[in-house]
């Protein structure tokens, strides 16, 4: 059993710009007692899974406004499969309508956490279902 | 502004309502400890002759166009003109848009309003790798002047202003509309309308990033500098506070930052072009946001004309009555909605619409109910326009003049609020101004700082939204979505495969190698870009000339 703090990356991937609701959310996960990588906006889905494995992460957190998330949440989890990093998890946020949400399980996200979820609900999931790997 | 006498009285009166209050207080406790605005301003329990008693009436009330136009510029009010209906429009492809255009025209908008999509917005190619799954998803896509000339199918140029939000790409865009004009055969001098182009505030709040600051604010100048001289009618930056409020400042921050930004721009095309102020002054325009404190807002919007006048007139010298106006547009908070319980935002929106036509705005945006989930339906846009309107023809608020003058408690705000935006400014202009501010991320944590501690407070319940952490219920309606789907991402680049195949591959090279040379030159860019748009280069392969010569700026990720 792992007594070491939990690593995330949180990461804005594709051209959406909002960037609101990371920024507070990785102050939260700083505050929760996390290592937090804030990757800044306009990461292509290479660039996160590349950084994921390089700071060898326990969780991916994804956020995207733009509408562009079928495609971009997939291409992350596929590309951390491709390259043999698979046991780092992968969960969302933004602006996700329902009927968006259980292709993206499908696809291999753990969680999706859409507008009026609180600040200590994703710390709670978080801590029960993220293993820190180190 | 009051007698000795008066105050006196007043005083008396005050004591004696205080000392209800505590006895009221000691059986009945306020429901909660502090009344405050959504952006944390203390309120008072009341305010009274003495909270203003140090105005000078002459000097810092007045009236409409008369300096420091704190009651607006605008002599007759909105009896001579109301605010322009300009709703924000833009989906999918360009003539699907077309069509959404005409719909709100012919449903009584009277000005035209731009939205792009994520690959427009940031100077990609639909085709582009970067701009895979964004096509159209939240905005009209644009590629060449091919798109450009579909989009304004039927509209005349020459009788209808149109505001582009676009910031990065925006010299070749507005490339677009003025070469689009051209070729219809209406003179520059005729056309008007709107670039955002307000760069310091996507570095500060929007994001939609490109160039480093340095080149970005000289493709800016160059825009001010072309609109001068060719495009009299058209406001070259829409400097704007709305985004930087959507990202969680503060209205105190929003008015600041916005207001230092414009006056960074002021300084930058004095400096960089030797223009006079008074040259280029009356085209600057500004955004700001509505939001959902009523009060607040309005008193924000009227100290907003009373800060920029004094700027004008004392720090920078205008003489020129019309460089000391400020006009904006306005848009109602996108951040006050909620997806949960959709059909409050109605009443959200039309009492943020109030707030604006009460703080006299000139031009008005008015949010959809279901534009936090998705692009607006054709239904839900036209409750939005109808909120406008009604608010226009019905309520009576256009009889009379700044109505919400003289009142305590908005004067004794609307001075608070420009006192500390005051500080603000101060603070900048000693760390060097607006860019060596961004450089140390100052006005970023500032609004990280006030977006955090409003989400804690949301969720303690120390703030309430309706829906979210009150009154919440389990079944949720369900609301029509306006979807956008992957077939427009494929006709598009279609389209624009089909346009590079048509077109003269040699003219656009030489035009992008004229840009290369004028951006290397220190040139201005504009005349290059209309001859390239004209000559169908895409609106990436402009703005990869940008990034090579200027270099590409990335997000540092403050939080």
Redesign the interface.
């Known amino acids: 059993m792992s007594s070491g703090k939990i690593r995330i990356l949180l990461a804005k991937p594709g051209l959406d710009g909002h960037d609101r609701g990371a920024k507070v959310l990785a102050r939260t996960f700083r505050d929760a007692g996390y290592e937090v990588i804030y990757t800044g906006c306009h990461q292509t889905p290479e660039m996160i899974a590349a950084a994921a494995i390089q700071e060898d992460v326990d969780v991916v957190g994804l956020s995207c406004l733009s509408g562009a998330h079928n495609y971009l949440y997939p291409a992350v989890v596929n590309l951390l499969r491709e390259q043999g990093a698979d046991d780092i998890e992968v969960i969302g946020g933004g602006i996700i309508p329902d009927k968006d949400m259980q292709g993206l399980y499908d696809a291999g996200l753990k969680a999706l956490f859409t507008p009026g979820a609180t600040l200590d609900s994703i710390v709670d999931w978080i801590n029960a279902n993220i293993t820190p790997r180190k | 502004m009051f007698t000795q006498e008066l105050l006196d009285k007043s005083s008396i009166m005050r004591k004696k309502w205080e000392d209800e209050v505590k006895k009221v207080i000691a059986k009945n406790a306020d429901q909660k400890p502090r009344w405050t605005t959504v952006s944390d301003l203390e309120i008072r329990r009341l305010y009274g002759p003495e909270d203003i008693q140090n105005i000078d009436f002459e000097k810092d009330i007045g009236y409409p166009g008369q300096y420091p136009f704190l009651r607006g510029n605008q002599v007759t009010g909105y009896r001579g003109k109301y605010w322009t209906f300009r709703m924000f429009s833009g989906m999918g492809s360009a003539e699907e848009t077309n069509k959404r255009w005409h719909y709100l025209l012919n449903s009584g908008q009277t000005g035209l309003s731009t939205a792009f999509d994520?690959?427009t917005?940031?100077g990609?190619d639909t085709d582009a790798?970067?701009?895979?799954?964004?096509c159209g998803?939240?905005g009209v896509a644009i590629d060449t002047i091919d798109d450009f000339q579909k989009l304004i199918d039927g509209i005349p140029l020459d009788k209808i202003t149109t505001s582009m939000t676009i910031n990065p790409p925006a010299t070749i865009l507005w490339a677009m509309y003025c070469a689009s004009a051209q070729l219809r055969g209406v003179p520059l001098d005729k056309i008007g309308g709107t670039i955002q182009n307000d760069m310091l505030k996507?570095f500060i709040a929007?994001?939609?990033?490109m160039c480093p600051p340095e080149p970005s604010v000289k493709l800016i100048s160059d825009t001010v500098e072309f609109g001068t001289k060719f495009v009299p009618r058209w406001n070259t930056i829409s400097i704007s506070g709305y985004h930087i409020r959507?990202?969680?400042a503060t209205a105190v921050q929003e008015l600041a930052f916005t207001l230092r930004d414009g006056m960074e721009y002021v300084e930058d095309v004095i400096r960089r072009k030797g223009l006079h102020v008074d040259e280029f002054a009356p085209r600057l325009s500004f955004f700001f946001n509505a939001h959902i404190d009523f009060f607040e807002e309005i008193a924000k919007l009227r100290a907003a004309r009373r800060i920029w006048a004094k700027a004008m007139r004392e720090r920078y010298g205008s003489k020129d009555e019309r460089s000391w106006w400020m006009r904006f547009h306005t848009q109602t908070a996108g951040?006050s909605l909620?997806?949960?319980q959709p059909y409050n935002n109605v009443i959200r929106t039309a009492v943020e619409a109030l707030a604006a036509v009460l703080g006299g705005t000139q031009s008005l945006h008015t949010n959809s109910l279901d534009e936090?989930?998705?692009l607006p339906s054709e239904h839900a846009v036209q409750i939005a326009l109808r909120t406008q309107q009604i608010l226009a023809e019905e309520t009576g608020v256009v009889n009379t003049i700044d109505p919400l003058a003289g009142s305590y408690f908005i004067e004794a705000l609307t001075n608070e609020m420009e006192e500390q935006a005051w500080d603000y400014i101060h603070r900048i202009d000693d760390m060097g101004g607006m860019v060596k501010a961004i450089e140390r991320g100052f006005p970023q944590l500032e609004i990280?700082d006030a977006?955090?501690k409003y989400?804690?407070q949301i969720?303690s319940c120390e703030k309430i939204m309706i829906?979210?952490n009150k009154y919440n219920v389990d079944e949720e309606v369900e609301i029509p979505?306006v979807e956008?789907d992957d077939t427009v991402e494929k006709e598009q680049v279609e389209r624009l495969q089909a346009v590079k195949r048509k077109r003269d591959s040699r003219h656009v090279a030489e035009c992008l190698k004229d840009i290369k040379q004028a951006c290397e030159k220190g040139e201005n860019v504009m005349p290059y870009c209309i001859e390239a748009v004209k000559a169908y280069a895409s609106v990436q392969e402009i703005c990869d000339v940008y990034r090579e010569v200027y270099g590409v700026y990335?997000?540092?990720?403050?939080?």
């Open positions: 994520f690959p917005l940031m990609y790798h970067e701009a895979r799954g964004e998803k939240c996507e929007q994001k939609t990033l959507e990202a969680g951040c909620t997806a949960q936090v989930l998705c990280s977006a955090y989400q804690r969720d829906g979210i979505f956008i990335r997000d540092p990720g403050i939080y």
